[in-house]
């Protein structure tokens, strides 16, 4: 069932609880891959009934971003997501979450800000309100759905422990489950951005995981010193590749790391043709 | 029945929830008068059950006020909260409700911060970051409370409508119910800070409420331009009175008003003794 309005919604949802079934939440900016495919199979395995949310939610894109360009595919996603098991696509018009003609400003909107602390750093240094952008609406749509579980990739690690840490300090009755990252079997992650990458960039792509890998050995080696670690990422790295960071910081509350352990979680962000690639790896799993 | 933790009154409201009973939230920070009263009595009228939260937040308060001395009546509060028919009072400490040990910061804590034009004027504008507390803390008691309807006082004018929008904008499922404003015989709006003045600060006090009685008699009688309004304040004050503000906004979205109407909300600040009191009217009722 693929629904716009808030209004219905609410209305599905309040028949569900009133049945007592357990519902979880997949929320997605749609140009659904099979990243996105595992974490509904994992919902639709837990919870009673699933909601997709399929939204490009403008205020989690900053200027210069790719909000006009990124892939809307709202027709296959609703296929895709029907076909494992969701029970509603929820798919809002920017006016139906934002209200209509309103200027979309912490000037005119209530936000939900995570601390600065877990934001001024990894992505969310160069994508300033990012973060902001992206609690809000996931705030907004668990109050929407009622959800009791919601379903977050492992993917994007910054965004999952600041909305673990929004959820606890402000006491949303959610349940958050991490998905692990799905990958092709080059090893490159899945992401909505690698449509826009030519052939020639995929293959140019996969030295984000390669380095990450590479990371995981040395430190399986016995390797634990931080900056020894970071050394060999250098020579994978060719003028084809614009490093924007590498960082190895606590899985749990993003504290910066000088010595690795089990719980250290290793980030890197990197454009290959212009765009903007993430992966991650914790190194003791 | 008191509980001092989260979890109890969250497995208490599920209960409840189980039961399809309706809930009614008052928060409070204690100090609990006929104005608070007022509000349980009507939560009692229109809900199944009702939470009255008693809790002194210390991220409302800013440096330099009166957070340590604010008045603290616990015993009292249950008493006369339970008097009314209140079926649970919540009152955490603030290790509870933040974390304990927890820098109580943007820095570290997720925060829910209304929409900057609402905040940036009247009592906003002295009390920096105060509203981005109360936002804070009554979106973690509705998560807490699960509540369907939530009580406010009128007496709050800029933070009831501040409540609303947040609601709005973040989509809780809770409706904001406001209440009048409670008065002594004398016109006094009761406020538990009214406990910091002498009996003749009481007297003083009383130019809130002239002023603004004397607006609405002039409004009444066909005055509605703001200027000539705004003027005829002054007679009322003297050297005892250190107003803060006195401002014409309209009702529900605090837009300054040039010219007064039914919608028209007129608010006050004023210091006497030193003790910052608040008062307000809607020309229209």
Redesign the interface.
């Given at each position: 069932m693929l629904v716009h309005k808030?209004d219905e919604v609410?209305s599905k949802i309040r028949e569900w609880k009133?049945e007592?079934l357990k519902i979880g939440l997949v929320p997605t900016m749609g140009a659904l891959h099979a990243g996105h495919a595992s974490l509904i199979k994992k919902a639709v395995e837990t919870c009673d009934k699933v909601v997709v949310s399929v939204f490009v939610n403008p205020i989690q894109f900053c200027p210069g971003e790719d909000y006009a360009e990124y892939p809307r595919t709202l027709d296959e996603d609703v296929k895709l997501a029907e076909g494992i098991g969701a029970d509603l696509v929820f798919a809002p018009s920017p006016d139906e979450m934002?209200?209509k003609g309103q200027r979309l400003s912490?000037?005119?909107?209530?936000?939900?800000?995570?601390?600065?602390?877990y934001v001024d750093k990894l992505c969310g240094k160069s994508r300033v309100g990012h973060f902001d952008g992206v609690?809000?609406v996931v705030?907004?749509l668990f109050?929407?759905t009622?959800a009791d579980c919601a379903f977050f990739g492992q993917k994007d690690a910054q965004q999952l422990v600041i909305i673990k840490?929004?959820v606890k300090?402000?006491?949303?009755?959610v349940e958050i489950i991490p998905c692990p990252i799905v990958r092709e079997e080059s090893g490159l992650a899945l992401s909505s951005r690698n449509k826009y990458l030519t052939e020639d960039g995929k293959k140019e792509a996969l030295v984000l995981s390669k380095i990450l890998n590479n990371i995981k050995a040395c430190y399986d080696k016995g390797i634990t010193d931080v900056n020894a670690l970071k050394e060999t990422a250098f020579s994978f790295l060719t003028e084809k590749h614009d490093m924007e960071y590498l960082e190895f910081v606590d899985k749990d509350d993003l504290e910066d790391k000088t010595t690795a352990d089990d719980n250290t979680l290793v980030l890197i962000a990197c454009r290959v043709e212009g765009v903007r690639l993430i992966d991650n790896i914790i190194l003791g799993k």
């Amino acid at each position: 069932m693929l629904v716009h309005k808030i209004d219905e919604v609410k209305s599905k949802i309040r028949e569900w609880k009133k049945e007592g079934l357990k519902i979880g939440l997949v929320p997605t900016m749609g140009a659904l891959h099979a990243g996105h495919a595992s974490l509904i199979k994992k919902a639709v395995e837990t919870c009673d009934k699933v909601v997709v949310s399929v939204f490009v939610n403008p205020i989690q894109f900053c200027p210069g971003e790719d909000y006009a360009e990124y892939p809307r595919t709202l027709d296959e996603d609703v296929k895709l997501a029907e076909g494992i098991g969701a029970d509603l696509v929820f798919a809002p018009s920017p006016d139906e979450m934002y209200g209509k003609g309103q200027r979309l400003s912490n000037d005119t909107l209530a936000y939900i800000v995570p601390p600065f602390f877990y934001v001024d750093k990894l992505c969310g240094k160069s994508r300033v309100g990012h973060f902001d952008g992206v609690c809000t609406v996931v705030g907004k749509l668990f109050n929407i759905t009622q959800a009791d579980c919601a379903f977050f990739g492992q993917k994007d690690a910054q965004q999952l422990v600041i909305i673990k840490k929004f959820v606890k300090d402000l006491n949303f009755n959610v349940e958050i489950i991490p998905c692990p990252i799905v990958r092709e079997e080059s090893g490159l992650a899945l992401s909505s951005r690698n449509k826009y990458l030519t052939e020639d960039g995929k293959k140019e792509a996969l030295v984000l995981s390669k380095i990450l890998n590479n990371i995981k050995a040395c430190y399986d080696k016995g390797i634990t010193d931080v900056n020894a670690l970071k050394e060999t990422a250098f020579s994978f790295l060719t003028e084809k590749h614009d490093m924007e960071y590498l960082e190895f910081v606590d899985k749990d509350d993003l504290e910066d790391k000088t010595t690795a352990d089990d719980n250290t979680l290793v980030l890197i962000a990197c454009r290959v043709e212009g765009v903007r690639l993430i992966d991650n790896i914790i190194l003791g799993k």
